[in-house]
């Protein structure tokens, strides 16, 4: 299984981040990890409330089995 991570930090204070481990189906290998990363980044911050003032600092893939809830 691949996991995608998410790295949100404040615009105004990069020290203060926020991991998100969205659950996603069309992931099912590096490659799509890879290349649908900023995408589901994109929409995890226009449906998080959460995420207002943060920015996306990083994503990576992670192999393995996937958590049973979000983070």
């Known amino acids: ?9 404040l615009a105004g204070n990069p020290n203060s981040c926020k991991e998100i481990r969205p659950v996603t189906e ?12 900023q995408i589901v980044a994109i929409n ?9 003032g943060y920015v996306l ?7 393995g089995r996937r958590p049973e809830r979000e983070l």
């Open 1 to 9: 299984m691949v996991q995608l991570i998410l790295i949100f930090c």
């Open 57 to 63: 600092s990083k994503w990576r893939c992670e192999f």
């Open 26 to 37: 069309d992931i099912n290998s590096p490659m799509a990890c890879m290349t649908m990363g």
């Open 44 to 52: 995890e911050m226009k449906q998080r409330l959460s995420l207002q």
